[in-house]
Every structure is written in structure tokens, then in C-alpha cells.
């Protein structure tokens, strides 16, 4: 009789230690149940690629590590001014700006970058917050003798030049005080070791968007070699030259570019 009721206490303990495990278990799985989606919607976090942005300047970066195993940024390759890309930007539309050391800057210096998605390499990166403007999308001047504006009216001319292929962001927002929708509002960089970033405004009808890089870059080639040719007129082939036109002459059509006669 004892052994019988000693066996029924051991099922029972067993029994109990069973049911004890299931509620373990479930709680386990209950506490797990916090979904990313959860913490996303309790923190402010970048979401989505959707802002539009451009390239005027830097470089690519990825996250590394130094030899310590410090975050670090380490550039991969140089970004060409013009591209368009994506920013990450919140429900709020504001842009997430980390500051990390860049691996090219002695003595561990930090510096401030954006993450953009770009279509190009059709993979994510980090960019310097200088070298990319957001809400922004490309342009160029054809022309010469095209004058920066101080502020969106006629009388506030000033005095520095934009040079023909210049590549510059045109911000997407019409600029404040422009009464009559006559100007953009620009950006654009330059690498002099003084000047850096330049903003300022033109005239829409000297400003051509959606040029074509091969325009561009036949044009920004053509004025080279004609520097070359003012040194030394031999020192191109006339067939080069005439190449270059054709090709420029045919994108600026395509395009209604303002320069679609070639450049002489």
C-alpha cells in the first residue's frame, strides 16, 4: 500500500513539473513576442528611402571597423556629381545624420554622414551631410556668362559666374520671395579650399534639367580639349573634336538642350 501510494505522489510531482514547463515555455514565447514592428512604432527610426536627393560632391562610405574594432567609415568609391539618390528619412521627413570617425582623417577625426540608397550600385551607403542636398534634383547651365543671383529678383545680380556644365542641385521647393516663379534655388560645391558650398538662385530659362550625363560629359570634354588646342592647335585631332560635337549635338536635341548646335 505504501509503494502504490508512493508511486502515485512521484506521478503527481511528475505530472506537475510537466504542466510547470508548458507555463515556462509559454511564458518564454510570450515575452518574445515583442515584433520589430513593435519597437519600430516606440522609437523614431529611419524607415524608407523616399526622399530625393543629389549628388554634388564626396564620396561613398561603408561602415567598417578599425583595428580595434571601433565603428569607422571607409570610402569606397568616389560619387559622381549629378547622381541622383535616396534618402532615408523618417515619418517626420527628417534625415537620419549619424557622426562617425572617417578613415581618412588623421587622428580619429568624426565627421557627419547620411545614408542613401543608390541606384546606381542598387545598394545602400553613407555620404558626408555636405556632398549630398535632398529634396533636390539635378541641373546644369549650357551657356556662358551665366551670373549666380544673391536672391530671387531681378535687381540682386551678383558677380560670380556658373560656369557652362556646371552640375548643381535645384532645390524642389520654389524659393521664398519669388514672386513671379522666374528662379530656382541652387546648390552646388567647389573643392577651392575657400568656397566649399555655394547657394544662390538663377533664372529657370538658363537652367536645363534632366540633361543627360553623356551631354554633360561630352561638353565638359569639348571645353578641355579646346584649352588644349589654344596651347598647342596640333595637339588634338580634328576628328575627336567633330566626334565629341556629334555626340553632344544629339543628346542636347534629344533633350532640348540650349546648346543643341554643338559647341564650336
Do not use: H
Not at 572617417?102 to 556632398?131: C, H, L, N
Not at 575657400?194 to 530659362?205: A, D, I, P, R, S
Not at 584649352?227 to 533633350?255: F, G, P, Q, R, W
Amino acid at each position: 500500500m505504501r509503494k502504490l501510494f508512493l508511486s502515485f505522489l512521484l506521478l503527481c510531482l511528475f505530472a506537475a513539473l510537466i504542466t510547470g514547463c508548458k507555463k515556462d515555455k509559454t511564458s518564454d514565447n510570450t515575452a518574445t513576442a515583442v515584433t520589430e514592428e513593435t519597437e519600430t512604432t516606440s522609437a523614431k527610426v529611419v524607415q524608407t528611402p523616399d526622399v530625393n536627393g543629389i549628388m554634388i560632391s564626396g564620396w561613398y562610405y561603408s561602415l567598417g571597423e578599425d583595428k580595434d574594432g571601433n565603428e569607422l567609415m571607409v570610402a569606397e568609391s568616389e560619387a559622381k556629381v549629378g547622381t541622383p539618390v535616396k534618402l532615408y528619412s523618417d515619418s517626420n521627413e527628417e534625415l537620419g545624420v549619424i557622426t562617425k570617425k572617417d578613415a581618412a582623417v588623421d587622428g580619429g577625426g568624426t565627421r557627419d554622414f547620411v545614408k542613401v540608397f543608390s541606384e546606381d550600385f542598387d545598394q545602400d551607403f553613407w555620404v558626408r551631410d555636405y556632398a549630398v542636398v535632398p529634396f533636390a534634383a539635378g541641373g546644369v547651365v549650357t551657356e556662358e556668362n551665366i551670373f549666380l543671383y544673391t536672391k530671387p529678383d531681378l535687381a540682386s545680380i551678383g558677380t560670380r559666374v556658373v560656369e557652362p556644365f556646371s552640375i548643381f542641385a535645384v532645390f524642389d521647393e520654389a524659393p521664398e520671395g519669388d514672386k513671379d516663379g522666374r528662379f530656382y534655388k541652387i546648390r552646388y560645391y567647389i573643392n577651392d579650399g575657400k568656397t566649399y558650398t555655394v547657394n544662390g538662385y538663377l533664372l529657370k530659362k538658363n537652367v536645363e534639367t534632366n540633361v543627360p550625363y553623356e551631354m554633360i560629359q561630352c561638353g565638359e570634354r569639348i571645353e578641355a580639349l579646346k584649352e588644349e588646342i589654344a596651347k598647342d592647335e596640333n595637339s588634338v585631332d580634328s576628328y575627336v573634336m567633330d566626334e565629341l560635337n556629334e555626340i553632344y549635338t544629339y543628346y542636347a536635341d534629344k533633350y532640348n538642350g540650349s546648346a543643341s548646335k554643338g559647341i564650336n
